[in-house]
C-alpha cells in the first residue's frame, strides 16, 4: 500500500484556514483516503474557532515527554502539537491534512520531506476585518499580524496557493480538489 501524502495548510491568522478546512471536511468526510488531524493547542476551545483539543500547559508537557508529538511548537504564546496518529494514517495511505505553522513548515520538511504546503493567502483589507470580527486581538494586535503577513516570504519546496479573499466555497473547492485528486486509489481501513 502507498503511503498516504500530508497537506500542510498554512497562512496568516485571519486568512481562513480554519473556515477552509472545515469546508473541505464536510465535503470530503465521506472519502476514508482523506483524514484531518486535530491540533492539541494550550488555548480553550471557542465555540467558532478551531475544533482543536486543548490542553493545559501541564497536560501538553506531559504528552511531549512521552513522545506524543509528531510534530510541536510554540506560537503567539501558545503551544501547538499534532499527535503522533498521523503517522499511523500516512503508513495506511491516508491523506492527513493539518493546521501548520509558517515559521515551523522548515522543520516539518525536515520530518516530512514530502509533505505539500497550502498556503492560504487574504488581501490586507479582508484580513484586517476579519481579525476585527472574529474579537481576540486588540487594534494593535491587528495592525502587528497584518504587517506579519505582509513581511512573510513564500517558502521554499512544494507550495499549493490558495486565494481566498471571496466567498467561502470557491476557495473552499480549490483546497477540496487539491486534497481529491491527490488522494490514493485504493480505500484504506483504518
Known amino acids: 500500500m502507498a503511503e498516504g501524502k500530508l497537506f500542510y495548510v498554512i ?7 480554519d473556515s477552509l478546512m472545515r469546508y473541505a471536511r464536510e465535503r470530503l468526510a465521506s472519502d476514508p483516503r482523506v483524514v484531518f488531524a486535530h491540533r492539541y493547542i494550550t488555548r480553550p476551545v471557542e465555540l467558532h474557532g478551531e475544533n482543536h483539543v486543548a490542553l493545559t500547559e501541564a497536560e501538553f508537557d506531559a504528552r511531549q515527554a512521552a513522545g506524543l508529538f509528531a510534530m510541536h511548537w510554540s506560537s503567539h504564546g501558545l503551544r501547538y502539537g499534532i499527535g503522533q496518529e ?11 491534512v493539518m493546521n501548520g505553522s509558517r515559521e515551523y513548515l522548515a522543520e516539518a520538511r525536515r520530518r516530512y520531506p514530502a509533505l505539500t ?9 479582508i484580513l484586517a476585518a476579519r481579525l476585527r470580527a472574529r474579537g481576540r486581538e486588540t487594534e494593535d494586535q491587528i495592525s ?17 496557493i490558495i486565494e481566498n479573499d471571496d466567498e467561502l466555497h470557491v476557495a473552499g473547492d480549490r483546497l ?9 486509489s485504493e480505500p484504506v481501513s483504518v
Open 11 to 17: 497562512g496568516p491568522s485571519g486568512s481562513g484556514k
Open 86 to 96: 498521523i503517522n499511523f494514517w500516512l503508513a495506511k495511505g491516508c491523506n492527513v
Open 117 to 125: 504546503a497550502i498556503l492560504v493567502t487574504v488581501s490586507p483589507e
Open 144 to 160: 502587528e499580524r497584518i504587517v506579519r503577513a505582509r513581511q512573510f516570504m513564500r517558502p521554499e519546496g512544494r507550495l499549493e
Open 176 to 184: 477540496v480538489q487539491l486534497l481529491s485528486v491527490t488522494s490514493t
